[in-house]
């Protein structure tokens, strides 16, 4: 069986590819910065362990010509344009050091997993596919902004042979998020906090992105991009299946989108003296009351991307969270 590198392996979406590689009888081998962290993973002891980062090529050149496949998954996700030059440095820059050593390897297959960020998003609350044009840059938000130009690097190295395919995952939940990344969302919902904020967007389960991150593999065309969503839906109707969920009062209050500048930049203030990420940030402000949708069609058909609703999706969620103590 062929053997996979990947990159991002203990963060979300890596832990759970790699559960389903192993599983799919791949080898794997991962690049990892952090050693601590390989403690919290089951699969430790049935993959190659790199020591390294992407922000360093030196750590990892020339040590990953036995592998045929490169997946690389690690990614910053932030909305705070204080830490804009991070943000850029690994989605950008360790982007692109990934992708010179997959030219000068023996790389037959490269998986760019992107964002729907990187895609756009519709006008008017319509459901956008691949082909829509990215017109985020307005907004000037450094997630986007990055997750933008990485893709631009995976086509420039197409031009130069790479064997490439993008995925674009939406908004990403289900088992597997050790770091509890998701549980502030549900723990605002447990407390019986009563306001929800207009807008909506694409939730999908993680189980099915890495399906069809996997699919990719032989099914994905190069110089192609995937939608990897779920279902549209807004957040007040999202809220309330993680209420029923929870078994609590659901969200009934509309919330005005003032108080939420407000406490968003008096956030910001305080993060300069102060240190922690401010949420949400102010350039997320912009996103408040939209409904940014995916068609997710073309990854359904090509690569048989499963559907999984989201109340199933958000079971799993809390189920998992309860499980380790994360609620």
Sequence with gaps: MSKVFITGATGFIG??????????????????????????????????????????????????????????????ISFWNKVWDKTYKINVTGTKNILNEALKSNCKKFIHISSVAAVGYGENGEAIDEKHPYNWKKFNISYMETKHQAELE???????????????????????DLRGRRTKIINTIKKGFPFYTEGGTN????????????????????G????????????????????????????????????????????????NFISFTPKPCASQLSLIG??????????????????????DCIHKTIEFYRKHNLI
């Design 15 to 76: 832990n759970n590819l790699v559960e389903k590689l192993l599983k799919k009888d791949y080898k794997v081998k991962i690049l990892v910065r952090d050693k601590n962290l390989l403690d919290l993973f089951k699969w430790k002891d049935k993959v190659e362990t790199i020591y390294g980062d992407i922000l360093e090529p030196l750590s990892f050149e020339d040590k990953i010509n036995d592998c045929e496949i490169i997946i690389h998954s690690a990614a910053l």
């Design 290 to 311: 939209r409904n940014i949708y995916y068609d997710s069609s073309k990854a359904i058909r090509e690569l048989n991307m499963p559907v999984i609703s989201v109340k």
């Design 203 to 222: 939730f999908v389960d993680v189980d099915a992105v890495c399906e069809a991150t996997i699919n990719a593999i032989t099914k994905g065309k190069t």
């Design 154 to 176: 995976v086509y420039e190295a197409i031009k130069k042979g790479l064997n490439a395919t993008l995925v674009n995952p939406a908004n990403v939940w289900g088992k597997g």
């Design 224 to 271: 192609e991009r995937y939608i990897l969503g779920g279902e549209n839906i807004t957040i007040k109707d999202f809220s309330k299946i993680i209420a029923d969920e929870l078994k609590i009062k659901r969200m009934f209050i509309r919330s005005p989108k003032l108080p939420i500048v407000i406490y968003s930049y008096s956030q910001e203030l305080l993060a």
